[in-house]
Each structure stands twice: as C-alpha cells, then as structure tokens.
C-alpha cells in the first residue's frame, strides 16, 4: 500500500531531524421591600422565574468560561511540549485516524524540513487518493506550499472536488503556484454562479497573476456576481493587472479595455496573499515562542525578473486590514 510504504520511508528519515518549533456568582434576587406593591408583584412567581432565568445565564457562562480557559491553557501547554518529528510523521500516516492524518500534514508542511522529497510525495499521494476531505484540503496547502509547477494540475482537478473545503484549499493553493495552463479552469469556476462564494472569492485573487484575456473577461464578469466580496476580490486582481481602477462598473472597464491597445501593465505586482492578525494576551505570554507570519511572496513558476516593486500587503486592499 502507498501509505505503508510512505510510512517505512518517512519514519526512519524524521529521527535525524529537529525537534518541531517551538513549534459571578449573582446576588440573590430579592424584591426590594417597601418599593414595588406587593400586589404588582406576585409572590413566588416572578423572583423564583428570574433566578432560574440568571442562574441558566451564570452556568452558560461558567461552562463558555472554563471551555475558553481550557483552550487557551491547552495551547500554552502544548508551546511547552511541542510535537517531536516523529509524533508528526506517525500520526501524518495513521491509516486508521483521520484526525491524526490531518494533524500531522499540517504539522509537516509547517516543519522547516516540511518540503523533503519523502513528505512532498506523501502530500501528493493525500491530494489525490486520501477520502477524507480535510485531510485532503490540508495536502492541498501543503503541496502548494511545497511543491511545484507541475503540482497545479494536480490540484486544479481538485476545484471539481464535491467537497467546499477541498475547493477552497485548491482555489488558495493556486495562487501560490503560477501556471497559465490553469486560466482555463479557473475562469470556468469563477464565472460559474453556483459555485460557493468563498471559493470564487479566491479564485478572483488567484487571477490576478494572469495578465491573458480570458481572465480580465472573468474578473469583469465576477464583478457583476451578487457578492460584495467577490466584486472587491476580482476589483483588486483587475487593479493589479491594468494599474487602473473602476471600482465596480463593468461597463467601464470593459469600454477601456476595448479602447487600450495594451491594457496590461509590463511589470506585474502580484503577491498571493498571506493571514496576519494583531498579536493577542497569550502570544505575548509565550515569549520563548514568538508569533511569526508569513509573508506575501512570489507564486512558484513566475518569473521574478518580470516583477515590479509591489505594495504588498496593500495589493489586496479590499481584504480587510492585513496588517
């Protein structure tokens, strides 16, 4: 079996390898005497409903309260004892727990050594055999991560995939990797309105590395799709492509791009896009692990030479603060 052979090749390999970085209690409800008549307020109605009412809120609190404590000091915890490599290697090839697959590959494909050849073959047997689809879409990214041009292929196919988790990882993991012979594929799935939003969304952001005519006609088509989202998506990708801005009007940009013999801009400034967030309480508390982003780079099979100095993480304006 693939998976039994990965695991005699993974296995033996990882013990050479470092370890992972580090990796109310409310008063009683008493009706004040000598305020509200007796007659208004029915004995042994209203105060015994009003208690049981607060004393419902205050254990859904507690419960909410200890189950965020608990999380929070199950991840302090784990910043403590991290994961060796062959924990992560072990569980990547359970063959009888999908959680352990799952958490596995993300913690390879997170590793500093997450894209040797042995775990770069085990991500591509995952993309395209492995049933469970969040196993699948977390060897989505880490090929993506990892891998190389010819894995967009791979991955492209998977935009057909029944499962939405699946289709998004592949819509992201396309934007890392830069092969025109995906447009095709892409642009079907971005004009296509009964695709998920979320989906579309990154599919408009993965266009945006294309300067070609059949993806500026899908991101103007995108622009007239019913979400917002997906309008600001594929503006963005438009503006990075063109250096003009039309905001939303479809007309507008199609007229222009009619009338502009050359419409695309020489150097293009497309970065994929990368998560960031302000740092919170215990990211600050787990100072021997610092919390570090990655940042927006250059898609695997572009030509960097072909690359202006780009804005990022502004390229993607209408994403949110991703500062």
């Known amino acids: ?112 050594w997450g894209g040797s050849i042995a775990y770069v073959n085990m991500y591509r047997i995952y ?36 499962n939405i988790y699946v289709r998004v990882a592949a819509a992201k993991a396309l934007q890392r990797l830069h092969d025109p012979k995906m447009t095709a594929i892409l642009c079907s799935r971005g004009t296509d309105d009964g695709e998920d939003a979320s989906v579309r969304i990154e599919i408009a952001i993965a266009l945006g590395q294309y300067a070609a005519d059949d993806s500026f006609q899908a991101l103007c088509a995108m622009i007239d799709q019913r979400e917002l989202a997906v309008n600001l998506a594929a503006n963005d990708s438009l503006r990075l492509l063109t250096d003009h801005d039309f905001a939303l009007d479809r007309r507008l940009w199609l007229s222009w791009y009619r009338a502009d013999k050359k419409p695309f801009r020489k150097e293009l400034q497309y970065l994929y896009p990368t998560y960031q967030r302000e740092k919170g309480f215990w990211d600050y508390i787990t100072f021997w692990a610092p919390l570090t982003f990655e940042k927006p780079g250059v898609p695997v099979g572009m030509d960097e030479s072909k690359l202006a100095p780009s804005t990022a993480p502004e390229d993607f304006q209408n994403l949110g603060n991703t500062k």
Not at 37 to 55: D, E, H, S, T
Not at 82 to 110: F, H, K, S
Not at 134 to 144: G, H, M
Request: hydrophobic share 45%.
């Open 127 to 162: 993309v395209e055999d492995n049933a469970d689809p969040l196993v699948k879409a977390s060897a989505i990214d880490a090929l993506a991560r990892h891998g190389d041009v010819s894995d967009a292929e791979l991955i492209g196919k998977q935009l057909q995939n029944k």
């Open 1 to 112: 079996m693939k998976v039994e052979a990965m695991r005699n090749h993974i296995l033996p390999a990882v013990k050479c390898n470092v370890t992972l970085w580090l990796g109310k209690i409310v008063p009683k409800n008493i009706v004040p005497k000598n305020i509200v008549p007796k007659n208004i307020v029915p004995k042994n109605i209203v105060p015994k409903n009003i208690v049981l009412g607060n004393l419902a809120l205050i254990a859904a609190a507690l419960m909410a309260s200890c189950e965020s404590m608990s999380s929070d000091f199950s991840s302090l915890s784990n910043s403590f004892s991290p994961p060796t490599p062959a924990q992560a290697a072990q569980w990547a090839l359970d063959p009888y727990d999908a959680e352990n697959q799952r958490r596995g590959t993300v913690l390879l494909a997170n590793a500093p």
